[in-house]
């Protein structure tokens, strides 16, 4: 219920679905007795998507989730790791059933990454976790495609444990502990996006894993300019959306006792 919910009210309650609501309610109020409100509904409307589409608003708000967890140093030793977990969500799903070997969308690091890694660590196994996020049409699990492709660059067969049933990130933590059932002694290296990194590691802490986060798919710089314009207002809403919703979603899991804390920490 809570994954079904969650998303109904996202695709009405996010921040561009808002905005050209408002359009909508200020076209169709202009010609009634509503007509200042009409008017205060378009300045809004408008004044948002141009503020949230062309200035880099979105990344002023991803910054600080990217870099609370930051990536381990080169002399990283894994010999104490018991395995190396991925995430779904880097996977393309309107072409799932062309002849490919997988599409892949603007999170492909967590693929590149985690081959990478692979070869570093070859004695670690890989754990992808990722089911089917659709909410009404029927896709195949996101793991479908994490075999093909992880396979192609090199993980082999042997190492790579497949969890195909869960729908968010709870649940990825909650069935992957399902399927290996960590010990507190254990240390797993998680790959994720960065902005995605603090929900992540506060799910799969409270699924009695101890996490190393490993984040990848950076949107922003370390600390260059945020003084320039979005060459496409379509970028920009899409991105504010993205962020809105990780914020979203810190602030939900921990009112519902799916992580211990607000904002994880390292």
């Known amino acids: 219920m809570f994954f079904y919910l969650s998303k109904i009210l996202w695709f009405l309650l996010q921040p561009s679905s808002l905005m050209f609501a408002a359009l909508i309610a200020a076209a169709v109020l202009a010609g009634t007795a509503w007509r200042t409100l009409s008017r205060r509904l378009l300045v809004g409307s408008l004044a948002a998507l141009l503020v949230c589409g062309l200035l880099p608003v979105a990344d002023l708000l991803i910054r600080p989730l990217e870099n609370r967890f930051a990536r381990p140093g080169a002399d990283f030793d894994g010999a104490s790791l018991a395995g190396i977990i991925v995430i779904g ?51 195949p699990p996101e793991a479908e495609t994490a075999k093909r492709v992880l396979e192609a660059l090199g993980v082999e067969q042997g190492r790579l444990a497949l969890e195909a049933e869960s729908q968010n990130t709870h649940q990825n933590a909650v069935f992957t502990a399902r399927l290996l059932q960590p010990q507190p002694a254990q240390r797993w290296l998680l790959v994720t996006s960065a902005a995605h990194m603090p ?9 009695g894993f101890n996490v190393v986060a490993w984040p990848v798919d950076y949107r922003t710089t370390r600390g260059g300019s945020l003084l320039y314009v979005n060459g496409r207002v379509s970028d920009g809403l899409a991105r504010f959306d993205s962020v809105t919703r990780e914020y979203v979603g810190l602030a939900m899991y921990y009112l519902t006792g799916r992580t211990d804390a607000l904002l994880p920490a390292p």
């Open 89 to 139: 969500g880097a996977e393309d799903r309107n072409g799932w059933d062309r002849e490919e070997l997988g599409g892949l969308n603007e999170a492909a690091e967590r693929y590149t990454e985690v081959a990478m890694l692979a070869r570093r660590f070859p004695s670690l196994r890989v754990i992808f976790a990722g089911g089917s996020s659709a909410l009404v049409a029927d896709l």
């Open 199 to 207: 929900r992540a590691v506060g799910c799969f802490r409270a699924a």
